[in-house]
């Protein structure tokens, strides 16, 4: 379908309605260029720091208790946790110890929604290592990508219904909600 050109009387009405036009605070003069119908738009760029995704969940027995207005409701920050664990700090035996008496705990006591903050992990660029130091660099974050392997591992995956990074203003990348199953008597 072709374009047809304005008239001179629309034209003239634009440009009144707009006359008092003024751009939006925090922009210079410079005017982002739409891409055009007939060309597919580019695609976005890769994020500078690659985020750690969750494994996809495996099949569980029984109900997960986790429906989609809950989901939509942690995703939102609607929900608040009941407890809170900061495994700042902590090498990773002593982290993993934590990690299953905490969650253990919380599902004795009949909680539904726990908060794990892991933090984000140390990002070094390769320029800011020595010279020739590259290869011998430790991995960082160890804690932020072993976490969710731990809460699926046998010890507690009957007891976790569902694990997904926190909103932003719960410790966001840096934090976990872990929801747990009704308590079995």
Do not use: C
Not at 146 to 151: A, C, E, H
């Amino acid at each position: 379908m072709k374009k047809r050109e304005p008239s001179s009387e629309e034209q003239e009405l634009f440009e009144d309605v707009l006359k008092d036009a003024k751009p939006l605070k925090g922009k210079t003069g410079s005017r982002r260029k739409m891409p055009k119908p007939d060309k597919p738009a580019p695609s976005p760029k890769p994020a500078a720091s690659p985020k750690i995704e969750l494994p996809p969940p495996r099949p569980r027995t029984g109900p997960s208790g986790l429906d989609g207005r809950t989901a939509d409701r942690l995703r939102r920050g609607q929900l608040e946790p009941q407890a809170r664990l900061d495994l700042h700090g902590l090498t990773e035996a002593s982290a993993h110890r934590a990690l299953l008496t905490f969650v253990k705990g919380a599902q004795a006591r009949g909680l539904k929604l726990v908060l794990v903050v892991t933090g984000k992990g140390i990002r070094e660029d390769v320029a800011d290592a020595p010279f020739g130091m590259e290869l011998a660099r430790r991995p960082r974050g160890v804690l932020k990508t072993m976490t969710p392997r731990w809460l699926r591992e046998r010890d507690l995956e009957h007891l976790v219904a569902d694990v997904r990074n926190a909103h932003r203003r719960h410790g966001g990348e840096g934090a976990l909600y872990v929801y747990l199953r009704k308590r079995v008597s």
